[in-house]
């Protein structure tokens, strides 16, 4: 299987890190001083929760190289932002071919949907992805916890992928990746969600990290707040959670280094763009039009909007 990974950030970098360790045929799109730094050292990851470092070569790079290679990957891991999504459309249309399987492992719920409008000719799964890993400097990225997971399957199951959706799980499996090839990606995308946009709407809110939600408290407590409304939008969808989610996400909190934060509140505090609108502001807009009180978040998005104007 030949893999194209799009964004070499925290999720996308993490995934190339680990696919070329174990020599899976692998190219990340990078650009930039980061780009330059995989080209000349490899890739660094550096794990917080054991305290090791690690730098293996990797294949990278830029846009205008991926094209004139002729790359005609199996597989493309979509892992840029949200608010990138459809400016990396071209470049997909001009690599894929008719048997490409397109992945998005995004934070925001529905990304998969979203891209096969624009991809009308290509299989589009949908995904998400459990790793607490941030882009630290040019060429190197840092793990904060051990966890990491990917969830990926079909939004309705065919059958007719399943040989080449086991490739994929066999090949996480090989890179010390585990896989969830799962027969209802939809409910366990919006799983994954009720953790992250949670935690990084109270961490915005609080200006808290991880270890602020480990402990009793006001912190805590708007986190717990908030997935119980994403637990009650799941209901009114039609895809509960069938388990204590609640208990669910505190346990994956439990795993990561206390001083860890969502990748969103890191681009708010570099004053870089950010995925608030898809995290936040769209779950407000779900919860009314699906007639679901979500009082948490509506406070969290009055205060983020009004901080955005300040």
């Known amino acids: 299987m030949k893999y194209l990974i799009l964004g070499a950030g925290g999720t996308g970098g993490a995934l190339g890190f680990a696919l070329s360790s174990h020599q899976k045929d692998v190219t990340l799109l990078a650009r930039g001083e980061h780009l330059a730094v995989m080209k000349a050292k490899g890739l660094t990851l550096h794990r917080l929760f054991d305290g090791t470092s690690t730098t293996v070569p990797v294949k990278a790079l830029s846009e205008d190289e991926i094209v004139s290679s002729h790359l005609h990957p199996d597989v493309i891991l979509v892992c840029v932002k949200y608010y990138s999504l459809t400016s990396i459309v071209p470049l997909i ?48 990225l840092t793990q904060h916890g051990p966890i990491f997971r990917v969830v990926f399957g079909e939004r309705e199951p065919s059958g007719k992928l399943d040989s080449r959706l086991h490739a994929i ?12 090839l799962s027969s209802n990606v939809r409910r366990d995308c919006l799983e994954k969600f009720s953790y992250v946009s949670a935690l990084g709407a109270a961490g915005l809110y609080f200006h808290a990290h991880c270890g602020d939600f480990q402990k009793e ?9 908030m997935i119980k409304e994403i637990a009650a939008i799941a209901d009114a969808m039609g895809c509960g959670f069938e388990k204590d989610i609640v ?5 994956i909190l439990s795993g990561i280094e206390p001083s860890g934060t969502t990748s969103m509140q890191r681009d708010v505090a570099a004053g870089r763009s950010s995925e608030v609108d898809g995290l936040v502001y769209q779950v407000v807009e779900r919860g009314h039009a699906l007639h679901v009180p979500v009082p948490s978040y509506e406070m969290v998005a009055k205060e983020l909007r009004f901080r955005s104007l300040v």
């Open 93 to 140: 249309r001009k690599v894929a071919v008719s048997s490409t399987i397109v992945l998005p492992i995004l934070n925001v719920f529905g990304t998969g949907e979203k891209l096969q409008e624009m991809l009308p000719d290509l299989t589009v799964l949908d995904g998400c992805i459990y790793v607490s890993a941030e882009k630290s400097a040019p060429g190197e």
């Open 169 to 180: 799980e066999q090949d996480f499996t090989d890179s010390g990746i585990t896989p969830v």
């Open 217 to 225: 408290g006001k912190e805590r407590d708007l986190f717990i707040s």
């Open 247 to 251: 208990a669910t996400n505190l346990q």
